[in-house]
């Protein structure tokens, strides 16, 4: 009695792993990013916050490829984004304290 579940176990398993180490040679598209395209995926930092003005919290994301900074929130019924804030012209400007604001 017991031997059947544990035969028809071991062929599911047989069947399982045969579909996943034969799964790939069937597969006639590559999913690769073409070489030489400058399409590399970017690297995010995403913390948690509060601001002045805003009911609820907010989620701070700094790409750090792309040297942005945005913000997104939820206001109950959308995201709310903000607009990106370029990282590299902030830092390149030197906007340490007694620097010269930026026109």
Avoid: E, W
Avoid at 38 to 62: E, F, H, K, P, T
């Amino acid at each position: 009695m017991r031997s059947k579940p544990i035969v028809a176990l071991v062929i599911l398993n047989v069947l399982l792993l045969a579909s996943l180490c034969f799964h790939n040679v069937f597969t006639r598209s590559a999913h690769a990013i073409p070489a030489g395209a400058n399409m590399r995926a970017s690297d995010y930092l995403m913390i948690s916050g509060d601001a002045q003005g805003v009911n609820s919290g907010l989620v701070y994301i700094v790409d750090t490829r792309n040297a942005l900074l945005t913000a997104r929130s939820f206001d109950g019924t959308k995201m709310v984004d903000m607009p990106a804030i370029d990282l590299a012209r902030i830092f390149r400007v030197g906007g340490g304290a007694g620097a010269a604001p930026i026109r």
